[in-house]
């Protein structure tokens, strides 16, 4: 069965401090992987999809950058962090197969 | 603009009564509808969804969604409320967009489920 890793569980980092979040799928080949941001504990946003290695769309233009080295890794990343970047960070995968997606168990993300 | 509506930011049940939170949506063409729980801390659990056919979607620990097309529709139900269906739900819908070779899909808002004992 598939599954899906994030790492770490949570994170308070300094403001302008370098950020990076993994994501790593197991079980599946070529899923798509999508980063969100859950804010306030509410609504989320979708920041970053990726349909293959290498291949990053971008949805919202921030400070944030994703890369996708590996075929079910995804990693976030940011070289200075800003106050505004504090919230749950979610990872989600499917397949190409299927319509619904799965989600990770979530980074909480303080920026102090 | 496609979108997703969730009426109620919260919703208040007693246990074991039925329980009903709205979805509403606004895309082109036919929709795929999406339901999802999230507990507190904790990532998005999928719950069911409805592609084609039947109009009343069964899924996971007893929900049912029931898709109605003339009231672009989607709510999600349950007979009988647990407290531990106590939750934040969401309803998404899959962008229909051509270029939506991701898969992206749009979220509501969210509606806290309070089940009381």
């Known amino acids: 069965s598939q599954t899906i890793h994030q790492w770490p569980a949570t994170l308070v980092q300094p403001v302008g401090s370098p950020l990076s979040l993994e994501c790593t799928v197991e079980?599946?080949?070529?899923?798509?992987l999508y980063w969100y941001r859950q804010a306030a504990g509410r609504g989320l946003q979708l920041l970053f999809y990726s349909v293959g290695i290498g291949q990053i769309s971008s949805e919202v233009p921030q400070n944030l950058s994703a890369s996708r080295p590996q075929d079910r890794q995804f990693i976030l990343s940011s070289k200075k962090l800003l106050l505004s970047d504090s919230g749950f960070y979610l990872c989600?995968?499917?397949?190409?197969?299927?319509?619904?997606?799965?989600f990770g168990p979530g980074t909480r993300l303080t920026v102090t | 603009a496609q979108s997703v509506a969730q009426p109620e930011d919260q919703v208040n049940v007693a246990e074991g009564n039925p329980l009903t939170v709205k979805c509403t949506y606004s895309?082109?063409?036919?929709?795929?509808l999406f339901w999802y729980v999230q507990y507190p801390n904790r990532g998005l659990q999928f719950l069911l969804k409805y592609i084609t056919g039947d109009n009343l979607v069964k899924g996971s620990y007893g929900f049912e969604a029931e898709f109605n097309k003339s009231q672009t529709s989607f709510h999600l139900k349950k007979p009988s409320a647990l407290v531990s269906d106590s939750a934040l739900y969401f309803c998404?819908?899959?962008?229909?967009?051509?270029?939506?070779?991701?898969?992206?899909?749009?979220f509501g808002q969210g509606t806290e489920l309070s089940v009381k004992p």
């Open positions: 989600a995968w499917k397949t190409g197969l299927s319509y619904e997606q799965y």
């Open positions: 895309v082109s063409g036919n929709p795929y």
């Open positions: 079980g599946t080949s070529n899923p798509n």
């Open positions: 998404a819908v899959r962008d229909p967009g051509i270029y939506n070779q991701g898969g992206k899909l749009i």
